[in-house]
């Protein structure tokens, strides 16, 4: 029982002393959403860091058969802009040990954009957490790195 | 006594009324021939492009100095896209242009969608009602391309945006 405990400690210490060594660049890169549906790419601008819709699995619209736009955008002439390459991350700063802040998150889906901060679990996984006001009132999607090799979808 | 005390205050507040009320001044702020070139190699899908630019507004308004809080707005009322490549826009789908700061958030200002054919010039449409007065008080911005292209490309993508803004400020 001790033993087990002390290797959980330890175990638990190493990952805390991996993310405390993590590199803010370690965000870069492909993601999926916890749903799925939408894969991410993100970027750095400046000193920020955005994200980006890469690739939709149901890209056109069911009813314009045309591929999606981001037509609940609360700013009316910006509804013709394409889902695929909305902004959805945005201006996210490194607060260090796997921590990025002050940055938003856009759900096209209501075109409502919500606080959020980001937390890289382990260099593969990340917590998306969205809230309005504090932090505490909101929700928390699980993304995973993209994987070339699990997924046979062409991304770029 | 009472007479000195008064109008020393009258005088206080006329001061600080002419102060506050200063002239408004808009005028046309140009941001012509800003390259956005691409990688080696663009491919499928979204990619960004990006470039700094420095904006000097009070050169602009012909005024030696201007402060932080003399910008009221900026507004971008025309973007134009030009190319003098062979291939046109015709490996894009769309261009979404974008302004950000170090200090300021992303704004979406402009965006084309669908890119028509065969033409090496482009109108965006505009959004009239995004201000981004408050990352022209910055030292720099950034101007980010996210172009949509239809097929894996070898040669890099390279074009020109002429930017025509609305700035409003006190002078």
Not at chain 1, 142 to 153: A, G, H
Not at chain 2, 15 to 42: G, H, L, P, Q, W
Request: charged content about 25%; overall charge negative; glycine content about 4%.
């Amino acid at each position: 029982m001790l033993r087990t405990l002390s290797l959980l400690l330890s175990l638990s210490f190493f990952s805390l002393d991996i993310l405390a060594q993590s590199n803010p660049d370690d965000l870069l890169g492909l993601w999926t959403a916890g749903s799925g549906k939408v894969h991410v790419k993100i970027e750095k601008v400046g000193n920020k860091y955005y994200g980006k819709i890469v690739w939709l699995k149901i890209p056109i619209d069911p009813i314009t058969q045309k591929p999606k736009t981001d037509k609940n955008n609360p700013n009316e002439s910006l509804r013709n802009t394409p889902l695929k390459g909305c902004r959805i991350l945005k201006d996210f700063e490194s607060k260090g040990e796997g921590v990025w802040k002050n940055g938003t998150i856009y759900d096209p889906e209501n075109g409502k954009t919500y606080s959020c901060y980001i937390k890289m679990r382990d260099i593969n996984t990340l917590d998306i957490r969205g809230y309005i006001g504090i932090s505490a009132i909101g929700r928390t999607d699980v993304w995973k790195r993209y994987e070339p090799s699990k997924d046979d979808v062409k991304l770029h | 006594m009472y007479r000195l005390i008064y109008s020393t205050i009258l005088l206080l507040i006329y001061a600080s009324f002419s102060s506050c009320i200063r002239e408004k001044t808009v005028f046309n702020y140009e941001i012509n021939n800003a390259e956005f070139v691409s990688d080696d190699m663009v491919f499928e899908g979204s990619n960004t492009l990006q470039l700094k630019y420095m904006p000097q507004l009070a050169q602009a308004a012909g005024i030696s100095t201007l402060t932080e809080d003399q910008i009221i707005s900026v507004k971008l009322t025309k973007a134009t896209l030009s190319t003098e490549d062979s291939m046109h826009f015709d490996n894009i789908n769309s261009i979404t242009l974008q302004l950000s700061t170090d200090k300021t958030d992303m704004q979406e200002i402009a965006v084309i969608s669908p890119v028509s054919e065969n033409s090496d010039q482009l109108n965006m449409t505009v959004s009239a009602e995004t201000d981004v007065a408050e990352a022209f008080k910055q030292k720099e911005i950034y101007l980010i391309a996210d172009i949509d292209v239809k097929q894996d490309q070898t040669m890099p993508i390279h074009f020109k945006a002429a930017l025509v803004f609305e700035i409003t400020i006190k002078k």
